[in-house]
């Protein structure tokens, strides 16, 4: 059963404290997404990368960064948390090739106070 | 610039009866197709997909249809469960023609009721 894992379901933090999203997937697969859901935005690309140590800016990348020293480990940053970066945060991952379906981990709720 | 948007925010049906969900596209370049469901507190799942080579895919009570003339896709639920509810997402990709990176472009997401 394929499967796409992430550190937390709720994160509550500080506005300014630096912020780590984790993602596993346990699929081999090369391609690895971080987005964020919004009510009326749908999901937004962060940031995505294609292969290890390799990354690409998405649509909204600006407060973000992202790490990814290992094929199945995608990391998410926030290196000073705003209350604007309260949201839902959901991690995906593919198969390399443009028609390939995208598996979602369960995403991670984060609150910025 | 919103490249795939699907206007109608939320609809509710009976049970039993057909769903129809929309979603527009502007980008030409697009041209593979994917709808996704989305339970509160989880992620997104796959539901069905189509290639711009098609105009219609099925997969049990799931249709999708294609307009390339129209710049427009449609999900059709036949017949609509209680357990549909949801939202559903369309997601587009510029495939070979865009590099081949996998990236998925999504619209903004429509919340379906399915009343008993």
């Known amino acids: 059963d394929v499967k796409v894992t992430q550190s937390s379901r709720y994160l509550v933090k500080r506005t300014g404290e630096k912020v780590f999203l984790e993602c596993v997937q346990d699929?081999?697969?090369?391609?690895m997404f971080w987005y964020r859901q919004d009510p009326g935005l749908g999901l937004r690309l962060i940031y995505f990368?294609?292969?290890?140590?390799?990354?690409e800016k998405g649509d909204i990348p600006e407060g973000y960064s992202v790490s990814r020293e290992k094929k199945e480990r995608f990391s998410l940053i926030l290196e000073s948390a705003s209350t604007n970066q309260t949201s839902m945060y959901l991690c995906?991952?593919?198969?390399?090739?443009?028609?390939?379906?995208?598996?979602f981990g369960p995403g991670t709720r984060l609150t910025v106070l | 610039d919103q490249q795939v948007k699907q206007n109608s925010p939320s609809l509710s049906v009976q049970e039993g009866r057909i769903s129809i969900l929309n979603c527009d596209y502007t980008?030409?370049?697009?041209?593979?197709f994917l709808w996704y469901k989305k339970y509160p507190a989880e992620g997104p799942t796959f539901l069905i997909s189509?290639?711009?080579?098609?105009d219609k895919n099925e997969d049990g009570r799931f249709t999708v249809f294609l307009n390339k003339s129209a710049k427009h896709l449609s999900l059709h639920i036949v017949p609509s469960q209680p357990g549909d509810s949801a939202v559903y997402f369309c997601a587009a990709s510029d495939g070979v023609r865009g590099g081949n990176t996998g990236k998925l472009i999504f619209g903004q997401g429509t919340t379906l009721q399915v009343k008993p």
């Open positions: 990368s294609y292969d290890v140590k390799m990354k």
């Open positions: 995906a991952s593919s198969l390399r090739g443009g028609r390939n379906e995208q598996f």
């Open positions: 699929m081999d697969h090369e391609n």
């Open positions: 189509i290639s711009s080579i098609k």
């Open positions: 980008n030409s370049m697009f041209d593979y």
